[in-house]
């Protein structure tokens, strides 16, 4: 869950981290020391926990490297990007900063590869799928340190309460079960069609197991108005029109606790983390399903990733620093903490004892970021509102997607 403050908030942080960035990075005094300084974010929902972690690692790299000091700051999501890019116009940006994937387009011009800051064993030591979500060009524009598996979780409560004892694993098993749950007052699935939720975690899934994608192979064109994305949002439809979703979440976005998600009126949901869904339906009432398969498998997951800025004071500093907070012994203590999944092979299963997460884990590999594009973010927003278009019954499928890319078509030049 990303912690929301005010723009104020983000202000006040900005402006203490700008002081030390103006203070450190180039090495001071007469001693040699060289200064790094880091921005992250609350990945470690315990903010004390997460304070505690970032200690601890300066500690052992400073024991190793006592020429080098590392200041991390601890901003809040909201609002990150609008800060990281002010600072970074203004040449007071900070050595290090933890990134995810759509990020990295933007910013891809600040960024100074990782490449050469990272040993060869390390960078084999990635799964496959981690590496091509940090790579632009043919270069690492971060050293992973955690990955995800958005996969679809099912509530067995209500699949008692329906009398099914077998969970879907396709788009053809929910359409079979959605009129069973229905006759008994519940939502197979739910779908949030707002434009205030990404993509990412709602129809693209949908488009990749259909075979489709966000961008032509060029990255010059859209692709998702193709055969594959009218199935993929045919399907949606099916499930709307049906009546086997709550269509009040089309155009809204309440707090989950006020939805039928948490009412433990919904059978299954791919949207929603399990961290949110955990205490409205209990852990033991969660059940993982692999990613929905139609003409491939493949859902949502993150890479979160450190990332050096091309200002950095102190490239040979900021390089070690990264490689020693990423390497395969802390990155699994911040995986562990965070409940996310480690991007390295050596590390092994993380969660083997966990009913829930350890499934998650199982989906690492089929798991993808979505499009490396300057433009995937700003390209969402013309495409949300058509998807719900077409949802609401104001178009057909047809015609929003190829509405959604004539809107496109502008931004991609």
């Given at each position: 869950m990303r912690v929301r403050k005010s723009l104020s908030a983000v202000a006040v942080a900005l402006v203490a981290a700008l002081a030390v960035a103006g203070c450190g990075g180039s090495g001071s005094g007469d001693s040699g020391e060289k200064t790094v300084t880091m921005w992250t974010y609350p990945v470690i929902f315990d903010e004390a926990k997460h304070r505690a972690h970032w200690d601890e690692t300066i500690k052992a790299f400073q024991a190793a490297n006592p020429d080098i000091k590392v200041k991390t700051e601890i901003f809040p999501w909201a609002n990150r990007d609008q800060a990281l890019a002010t600072a970074i116009a203004g040449n007071k940006g900070p050595d290090v900063v933890y990134l995810i994937p759509d990020q990295l387009p933007k910013y891809v011009r600040n960024i100074e590869p990782v490449d050469e800051y990272l040993a060869s064993a390390d960078k084999s030591d990635y799964h496959e799928n981690v590496v091509k979500s940090v790579t632009i060009d043919g270069k690492m524009l971060g050293a992973p340190i955690l990955t995800s598996a958005a996969t679809p979780i099912c509530n067995k409560k209500?699949?008692?309460?329906?009398?099914?004892?077998?969970?879907?694993?396709?788009?053809?098993?929910?359409?079979?079960?959605?009129?069973?749950?229905?006759?008994?007052?519940?939502?197979i699935t739910a779908y949030a069609g707002d434009a205030k939720q990404t993509l990412n975690q709602t129809f693209y899934p949908l488009l990749w197991q259909a075979g489709g994608d966000v961008f032509g192979p060029d990255g010059k064109s859209v692709a998702f108005n193709d055969d594959a994305g009218k199935k993929a949002l045919t399907f949606l439809k099916q499930l709307v029109d049906g009546g086997f979703v709550d269509k009040t979440l089309l155009t809204n976005v309440p707090p989950i606790e006020q939805t039928r998600i948490a009412q433990n009126k919904v059978g299954c949901v791919?949207?929603?983390?399990?961290?949110?869904?955990?205490?409205?339906?209990?852990?033991?009432?969660?059940?993982?399903?692999?990613?929905?398969?139609?003409?491939?498998q493949l859902g949502y997951g993150t890479v979160g990733s450190l990332s050096m800025l091309k200002n950095a004071k102190n490239k040979e500093a900021a390089g070690k620093w990264i490689a020693f907070a990423t390497n395969a012994e802390n990155s699994k203590k911040y995986d562990l903490a965070s409940g996310f999944f480690s991007p390295r092979k050596s590390t092994g299963t993380l969660y083997a004892d966990d009913p829930v997460l350890g499934e998650q884990e199982k989906q690492v590999g089929n798991s993808t970021v979505g499009p490396l594009h300057e433009k995937a973010r700003d390209l969402q927003g013309v495409l949300s509102p058509e998807i719900q278009a077409a949802l609401l019954g104001k178009k057909s499928v047809e015609q929003a997607l190829d509405d959604a890319a004539k809107a496109a078509a502008p931004l991609l030049g």
């Open positions: 209500v699949f008692a309460a329906v009398g099914e004892t077998t969970y879907p694993t396709s788009w053809n098993d929910l359409l079979t079960l959605a009129p069973k749950f229905k006759a008994k007052g519940y939502d791919w949207h929603v983390p399990v961290s949110e869904i955990e205490k409205f339906w209990g852990k033991e009432n969660i059940q993982v399903v692999p990613h929905f398969t139609e003409t491939r």
